[in-house]
């Protein structure tokens, strides 16, 4: 955790058009998921301003290095080596420091280690799929895994997901908890995607879309590729009535 | 043209599919050897103070069928009313007690439950007092952005009938999809998605 003093307002109103909304019947799985009935909206209380946050203690030496974690030793997973990183800041571009964030993916031929999962593709014995790290002060992270292949699902008849890794990203108040998807400069599938499409905005999909970064690639080793995450970003508390009356 | 405010836009929420289970609660998805424990499945242990209580229930689609593959997320205050955070001002919370916790509903039933303290009251922004509470946060396939609600103890009448929170809902047929019912130290909350029932979702 930072040592920065902690920071106690409440969060900028979540732009709901610039999230999908709740129903979006081309991912059909969303028509009976999705509440119809308007939102009740509030003000954060104690209880949004306020989270969980994780200690660098909780980790181990291989939880961001999927080609590693799952592997019998001496061995790797299969597929093209990459760096995944990047910054998670808030919406006034602060770093936010100390955020967990978890990650999985399917494996290079696009297969799921899940009971649900059923294609065909072969599971690789050496990769498990999920990893987590820790910001560090600057709200930096990183990890190493082997590039996702993309997979069909069953949505339309031939709908297939672009290669992608979910995110799971924890600030440091519960109303900025977030689960996305990252995927990967140039990839021609992101544009036939019913779940990329449920975003109504272009530049709202292209900010899930992580940019190769030739600078931050290993020579010989892996590439990279870099994907900053914005959480919501808090009031300052500097101006506010105490209405407590204390 | 005027100067930019320079704000950044958050980052587009996605659905957490069908496999959120290998991130979050990989031991549960079968994937062993990754990291000891789940993330978040204890909140308490032999020394935590309050009053035990159990939470359990489903979540329900628009058909009636409870999703079997959903996660849920639950934040609380301790059994004192403060928060184990960072931001939390007001005291240090009880530190056998996480107030938060994770669980993915069972495969088979589409039960969640949390083992949990009831937690105590927490001051609304004008100083007034909210009744107990849980807030919830649930992810699954077919949800495009993540659920949030909150779960209130049927039993808190007095509380209930005060609390801020409570008092906007504008339908008031419609609070108790809020109020988990009790039944010895257990309290039921089912969360409905669609229909007569739908649960209130908060923009929080
Ligand atoms: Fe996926």
Request: with cysteine; hydrophobic share 35%; glycine share 10%.
């Amino acid at each position: 955790m930072s040592n920065r003093k902690p920071e106690t307002g409440a969060f900028f109103q979540r732009d709901r058009q610039w999230h999908p909304p709740a129903y979006t019947p081309d991912y059909k799985t969303s028509v009976v998921r999705s509440p119809q009935r308007a939102l009740l909206s509030l003000d954060n209380t104690l209880s949004e301003i306020t989270g969980p946050v994780f200690g660098h203690a909780l980790l181990g030496e291989l939880d961001a290095d999927l080609i590693h974690n799952f592997a019998r030793p001496g061995e790797s997973a299969i597929g093209q080596r990459i760096i995944v990183h990047g910054r998670v800041v808030d919406e006034r571009g602060v770093g936010v420091a100390g955020a967990l964030l978890e990650f999985w993916q399917a494996n290079a031929g696009g297969r799921y280690r899940h009971k649900r999962e059923g294609y065909l593709a072969a599971l690789d014995p050496n990769f498990g799929g999920c990893g987590r790290t820790i910001t560090d002060e600057d709200g930096y992270y990183r990890f190493r895994t082997v590039k996702p292949g993309a997979y069909p699902w069953p949505n339309g008849v031939n709908d297939w997901r672009p290669a992608h890794i979910h995110f799971s990203v924890f600030g440091h108040g519960f109303a900025q908890r977030l689960i996305t998807q990252m995927y990967f400069e140039g990839d021609p599938m992101i544009w036939q995607c019913p779940i990329v499409k449920s975003i109504p905005d272009k530049a709202a999909i292209e900010q899930l879309i992580a940019a190769l970064d030739r600078q931050n690639t290993i020579p010989m080793d892996a590439r990279a590729y870099k994907f900053d995450i914005v959480l919501r970003g808090r009031r300052s508390t500097l101006f506010e009535n105490r209405l407590e009356g204390n | 043209m005027v100067q930019s405010l320079g704000f950044l836009k958050e980052t587009p929420s996605q659905t957490a599919g069908p496999y959120v289970h290998i991130g979050c609660t990989p031991n549960f998805s079968g994937i062993t050897g990754v990291y000891a424990t789940d993330l978040g499945i204890a909140m308490v242990n032999d020394k935590t103070l309050g009053e035990r209580i159990t939470l359990r229930g489903r979540i329900f689609d628009g058909t009636g069928t409870p999703l079997r593959d959903a996660l849920v997320e639950i934040w609380q205050a301790d059994a004192a009313g403060l928060y184990n955070s960072p931001s939390e001002m007001r005291g240090t919370a009880d530190v056998n007690f996480t107030g938060w916790g994770r669980c993915p509903t069972d495969m088979e039933t589409g039960d969640y439950v949390f083992e949990t303290i009831r937690p105590g009251r927490v001051p609304y922004k004008d100083g007034r007092l909210m009744a107990p509470h849980v807030t919830l946060w649930i992810v699954a396939r077919g949800i495009n952005i993540g659920l949030q609600t909150r779960l209130y103890f049927a039993d808190e009448e007095a509380a209930n009938a005060e609390d801020p929170v409570l008092q906007r809902i504008e339908h008031r047929n419609r609070v108790p999809t809020l109020l988990a019912r009790k039944d010895g130290s257990t309290f039921h909350f089912d969360i409905h998605l669609q229909g007569e029932k739908e649960t209130v979702f908060f923009d929080i």
